[in-house]
Nanobody, 117 residues
Framework: QVQLVESGGGWVQPGGPLRLSCAAS????????MGWYRQALGKQRQLVVN???????TYADSVKGRLAISRDNAKKTVYLHLNSLRPEDTAVYYC???????????WGQGTQVTVSS
């Protein structure tokens, strides 16, 4: 079992930065990838960014050029910094982790990010 806890969500001004972190606990030795998804109201959940243990990343087109991600493999914590936020970035952001023994992955409870003035 892996537990994921997101932090850093809330209200953000348009054009401002978003800083999120996700800390994993439990069977953290089984984690191989971590990342972020988001789900806007009335929309499907979609990938924002994913990072593997060796640092390889996959980004959504909508955030390329605006997003930075880093991963602490020892602590099993992943950090996200999204710049130049716009209203369409408003969504619930979910941390995700893929584990060797549970490829469906684990999910955090989500953190609401609202971009408005």
């Amino acid at each position: 079992q892996v537990q994921l806890v997101e932090s850093g969500g809330g209200w953000v001004q348009p054009g401002g930065p978003l800083r999120l972190s996700c800390a994993a606990s439990g069977s953290i030795s089984s984690i191989i990838t971590m990342g972020w998804y988001r789900q806007a109201l009335g929309k499907q959940r979609q990938l924002v960014v994913n990072i593997t243990s060796d640092g390889s990343t996959t980004y959504a087109d909508s955030v390329k050029g605006r997003l930075a991600i880093s991963r602490d493999n020892a602590k099993k914590t992943v950090y996200l910094h999204l710049n130049s936020l716009r209203p369409e970035d408003t969504a619930v952001y979910y941390c995700h982790a893929e584990a060797r023994d549970y490829l469906d992955g684990y999910w955090g409870q989500g953190t609401q990010v609202t971009v408005s003035s």
